[in-house]
């Protein structure tokens, strides 16, 4: 367990050398309704980076996710892919994707339609995305349930199924919207231990909104604490993580510390919103 | 299935996984057998209401006297029975072509929808009796006119239920679409309308029904008569000469046939939305 007493300096430099995968410019989001959602938000992602944003509710963290993939224009500012090749909507061509808070499968398909479908509206025939498919349910564990229908799975299969699905177009970034957040805690340590394990295999670049401390932790290895009203970016923190990640890391002393670091930056965050 | 269960999911929420609950043997026959023995002692009931108290057939028939004038009557009850189900389902036809492409138009725009409104409603919610006479007006035979009676009686649930359920797909799911860069023929093609199933079998089953009484009603009002008539121009013609066990023979017909066109629509539906949909789907508890 050595590894647990890496130095910090050590895992954060070896990131900004990386390519840049999307780059937020000063982006801002006014609602219809007036709301200011987000404020002059820059964030830079780089390839292999496993980024958590975390914050107090009406942060803008959901709204900036969703800019991000494109579904729903900033009102100011821009987003660069400065490494994909953009399709004619102004977004990376098949290089992102998305899981939502809620699995959002379609219920009359089955898993198997489910995962297929980003490659069905794509073009590719059913014969010829079945390997492919079935090798995404098979890496999230689901692959015999393949024919079973969305409702017939619990939650955590069913978001399950929704990462194998955002993953069967061997996306560079994955963006994921509170995924767990509904889930059991058992469900969702498991479901954190999988997305960990599938960052760490696929090298992909993954953006992780979430509300918890502990999940943030425990997964990223950037912590972007935001702020409300107005949404905006309070602080970055580089977050140095050992090469296992398992039971022993959620007890350590390590995780503990870094737990009671990205904490303190929270509640910097809402002190911050409420003078 | 249960290796997985057992290994990878230890301890995970998958164990409340709800597999599809079975029915036993004993069950599924009760559920045929039950509905029709209750069925086969109100009959009895009639018979017995009937001989018990000597009603003569031209008040009362006994169903063995429905029953026998529905053999004896066949010469002139079928045509006319197929006469009227030749009208309930071609308007029907023609009502889900219709209210189908019209829901799918309506929901491009919502100005579009706005300005088709008042026509929808006015045809909702006249009376179609009301209707009969003028369309008996224009419409070249009196079958064409009961078709298009019948027709807008059918058209307004399937196109509402249509536009209600195209409008409710899961907004995630559009996003989801969206995100793909599918192009709205796919959005259409393998969300909206998927989406709209149960809706839209909720208004299959209420527009088949009322088709057919539209069918019927349309036929009073259009007092139609002679060789080319429905079973509603026979019921009048057996009310004129008393001749009641033909009337109810007539009445069997036009139950059975909503019968099958309920049962009919009830099986599509079910075809369509057993495997997924909450509706056909049983609970345990």
Known sequence: MTTLTLPEAEASAAVPQRRLVVAMNNV???????????????????????????GPSGCGKSTALRIIAGLGAASSGSIDWPSSKINSHGLPEGDVGFVFQEPTLMPWETVFGNVYLPLKLRGVRKGEARDKVMENLTSVGLADFADAYPRELSGGMKMRVSIARALVTRPKLLLMDEPFAALDEITRQKLNDDVLALWQQTGITVIFVTHSVYESAYLSSRIVVMRARPGQVFTDLDIAQPALRDGAYRVS?????????VSDALQGAIQSAES | MSDLKATAEKGTDSAVAVLLPRMSNNEKVLQVVVPLVALAVGIAIWQWIVTANGIPKYILPGPGDAAVALFTDSATLWPALWVTLRITVMALAIALIGGVTLAIIIVQSKWLELALSPFTVILQVTPIIAIAPLILIYAPDTQTALMICAFLVAFFPILSNMVQGLKSVDHNLLNLFELYGANSWQTLLFLKVPASMPYFMAGLRIAGGLSLIAAVVAEFAAGSAGQGSGLAFRLLESQ????????????IMLCGTGIAIYGLTSFIAWLTLHRWHESAIRREN
Request: hydrophobic share 45%.
């Open chain 2, 240 to 251: 004129y000469r008393l001749n009641l066990p033909r009337m109810f023979a007539a009445l």
């Open chain 1, 28 to 54: 801002s989001k006014v609602f219809s309704n007036g709301t200011l959602a987000l404020k002059g938000m820059s964030l830079d992602v780089r390839g292999g980076e496993f980024i958590s944003l975390l």
């Open chain 1, 253 to 261: 002393e390590f995780y503990r510390a870094n737990c009671q670091k």
